[in-house]
């Protein structure tokens, strides 16, 4: 999956701690909107503020593509990651049926969008 996201030119960014691998995300960004892909945390190092951080990394390189919104899909059931989208300022802008597989068959996908202003001056010279 990561040499596929590579390959086609998403960023994919690695959060480490003392040489250990403790989370990563991906975002695409073209035609003036992005998507992220995946934020994952480690579940041992969840809850220390690493999502957080590793969010506001890819929102900023959205806008560094011009993007004007991101949009992202995150399960129902995972209310920690949903939360944390919230209190970053994304909304939910629809649901996606039978998105996500699941343990009785299939889970919706909430989609959610954040808003970026996109400044004339970014990137900063």
Known sequence: ?????????????LLEQENDLIGYGVL?????ESHLLNLCICAT???QGHARRLLAR?????RWHHAERIFL???PSNRRAEDLYLSFGFSE???????????NGREEAVVMAL??????QWPPV
């Open 1 to 13: 999956m990561f040499r596929d996201c590579l390959s086609a030119g998403y960023e994919l960014w």
């Open 28 to 32: 695409s960004a073209a035609g003036g």
């Open 73 to 75: 899909e995150v399960r």
């Open 58 to 62: 890819l929102v900023d390189l959205a």
């Open 93 to 103: 802008v629809g649901r996606r049926p039978n998105y996500y597989p699941a343990r």
């Open 115 to 120: 808003q970026l202003v996109v400044s004339e």
């Open 45 to 47: 190092h969840q809850g």
